[in-house]
């Protein structure tokens, strides 16, 4: 917080409240002339009125990107020895990039497509947790904690949903 300390001419004023508020806001409105003058303000400008729904589609894009990464890597350990495994190592990307786009700027048929995407990753998730949990189940010993912790990660394709899923929330709370 900026604090302003003040002289003592400024309390002997009739009103001394109106006086500080007077200089603090004339420190404020320096401030953001400073501040905020610069090229490209007008992307950034905007963050703090951005709604609720925008900042989650960025989120989205983000959390989808961190996502693609690992679930790549682990696909790729295990050599995509099952078809399926290339499906959340390919729509992850899309889906960041429809999150981000969206954000950027709000058209009606890519909301509609997003819309679509997002519950292709619900579906996707939903038979990520059924190959990753049947996964666990094939190894030596069948479903003991050990095969849960060694074996294929059945929270990552829940979160894979979840993320979708929030996507939705977003795009339908209107």
Same mark, same amino acid.
């Given at each position: 917080?900026?604090? &302003?300390?003040?002289?003592?001419?400024?309390?002997?004023?009739?009103?001394?409240?109106? =006086? @500080?508020?007077? &200089?603090?806001?004339?420190?404020?409105?320096?401030?953001?002339?400073?501040?905020?003058?610069?090229?490209?303000?007008?992307?950034?400008?905007?963050?703090?009125?951005?709604?609720?729904?925008? /900042?989650?589609? #960025?989120? +989205?894009?983000?959390?989808? %990107?961190? @996502?693609?990464?690992? &679930?790549? @890597?682990?696909?790729?350990?295990?050599?995509?020895?099952?078809?399926?495994?290339? /499906?959340? +190592?390919?729509?992850?990307?899309?889906?960041?990039?429809? /999150?981000?786009?969206?954000?950027?700027?709000?058209?009606?048929? %890519?909301?509609?497509?997003?819309?679509? @995407?997002?519950?292709?990753?619900? +579906?996707?998730? !939903?038979?990520?947790?059924?190959?990753?949990?049947? !996964?666990?189940? +094939? =190894? #030596?010993?069948?479903?003991?904690? =050990?095969?849960?912790? &060694?074996?294929?990660?059945?929270?990552?394709?829940?979160?894979?949903?979840? %993320?979708? /899923?929030?996507? %939705?929330?977003?795009?339908?709370?209107?």
């Amino acid at each position: 917080m900026l604090k &302003v300390r003040c002289a003592a001419p400024i309390f002997a004023c009739g009103n001394a409240h109106a =006086r @500080l508020s007077l &200089v603090f806001f004339d420190v404020q409105n320096h401030f953001q002339t400073v501040m905020f003058n610069y090229p490209g303000r007008r992307f950034f400008m905007n963050w703090g009125h951005w709604p609720m729904d925008r /900042a989650i589609y #960025v989120f +989205v894009g983000i959390a989808f %990107l961190a @996502l693609w990464g690992q &679930v790549t @890597l682990s696909h790729y350990r295990q050599n995509f020895h099952h078809k399926s495994m290339w /499906a959340p +190592v390919i729509t992850a990307p899309l889906f960041s990039l429809t /999150a981000f786009a969206l954000a950027a700027a709000k058209l009606e048929w %890519l909301m509609s497509l997003f819309s679509y @995407l997002m519950w292709l990753g619900v +579906v996707i998730g !939903g038979a990520g947790f059924y190959y990753h949990f049947h !996964g666990v189940g +094939v =190894r #030596v010993g069948g479903y003991t904690m =050990r095969n849960f912790l &060694v074996g294929p990660p059945v929270a990552l394709p829940v979160m894979f949903s979840a %993320l979708s /899923a929030l996507g %939705l929330i977003a795009y339908y709370w209107r």
